[in-house]
């Protein structure tokens, strides 16, 4: 056992499969949408004309894959995007919106994604103009902003159209306009719904759930295009539509969480046998009890009537907690 967890082949194994990424239907239009907007940008650049920018909205449930999906979008775009550059250059800065999500908060935590540290308390108008140069000294053409859904959280309609307003202004300013990239749960519609002239001005996505009625083929391809890269054997019983069923119920019918499954049952599998692993349904109802602490007959790997089980309870033992 300890041999297998310290080995270097099985190590270099597990890191790759943890950085392999499988592109989605969505993260193909985000790659296709974000390098539209990245080429209209720098071709405005060149001519010395400043324009309106478009954003993009990805919206997607908890454990979608939205943050995978951006973290692999930066990935691709490294060479072609400067961030931190000697120059004080940062062509994408990125926030997760703070809670709650006022105007001032939200303006303070995009200042210091842009490098600009507050040391004294100001007004939130005061801020967001100070967002507004610090992006223009940056060269900076996107923003990123993740959990955005927040920004429609415990708002009035008035504080809603208040921050809608803000957005519209970072993409219209005329000294240097911002491109948007938002990210969230399905409440981040609220915000992009609060205003028409806003809703006209994003490219939007959505990561779809998974069917419980169709995509056992997806799936189950998916476990052997990762079982293929790790070069580790497929036991029969991942190989039935009954298995990919019970593996889409546990991941909640989210794509992220499903792959994240694989790949954590693989490093299971890896972990214990080595170079000689086979996976089988055995290690993805280890990783399942690792998630939840559910007991047996609440694990949806094992139990026969699986999809009674609520796959997001952890500590699960059947009984209600009140």
């Known amino acids: 056992m300890k041999t297998n967890k310290s080995n270097p082949e099985v190590r270099n194994i597990i890191q790759d499969i943890r950085s392999a990424y499988v592109p989605t239907m969505a993260y193909d239009r985000l790659d296709d949408y974000f390098d539209q907007l990245l080429e209209q940008r720098r071709a405005d650049l060149a001519d010395g004309i400043v324009t309106d920018l478009r954003s993009i909205a990805l919206v997607g449930g908890s454990g979608a894959g939205k943050t995978t999906a951006m973290h692999e979008l930066r990935r691709r775009y490294r060479n072609r995007l400067v961030c931190d550059g000697p120059d004080g250059v940062n062509e994408m800065v990125g926030l997760k919106v703070p809670s709650p999500a006022t105007m001032k908060f939200v ?183 690792m998630r939840t602490a559910a007991i047996q007959g609440l694990n949806p790997f094992l139990a026969e009537d699986f999809t009674r089980i609520d796959p997001r309870r952890c500590f699960d033992d059947g009984f209600n907690d009140e």
């Not at 969230?184 to 205003?195: C, E, H, T, V």
């Not at 054997?233 to 039935?240: A, I, K, L, S, Y």
């Open 107 to 289: 303006a303070t935590a995009a200042l210091h994604a842009a490098g600009y540290p507050l040391v004294r308390d100001r007004s939130a108008a005061v801020i967001w103009g100070l967002v507004k140069q610090q992006f223009k000294l940056r060269k900076t053409i996107f923003m990123h902003m993740d959990e955005a859904q927040d920004l429609a959280q415990h708002q009035t309609d008035k504080e809603r159209q208040a921050i809608v307003n803000t957005l519209k202004s970072l993409m219209e300013n005329s000294q240097w306009p911002v491109g948007l990239v938002l990210t969230g749960m399905p409440g981040l519609k609220a915000i992009i719904n609060q205003d028409a002239q806003l809703a006209r001005r994003i490219y939007s996505i959505e990561i779809e759930r998974l069917s419980q009625y169709a995509g056992h083929d997806q799936v189950l391809g998916l476990v052997t295009r990762y079982c293929e890269r790790a070069k580790v054997q497929c036991d029969e019983d991942v190989r039935t539509t009954e298995f990919a069923s019970r593996l889409m119920h546990a991941a909640d019918y989210e794509f992220g969480l499903l792959a994240q499954f694989i790949v954590e049952a693989l490093t299971r599998a890896l972990r214990s046998d080595g170079l000689e692993a086979s996976l089988s349904k055995c290690h993805f109802a280890e990783i399942y009890f």
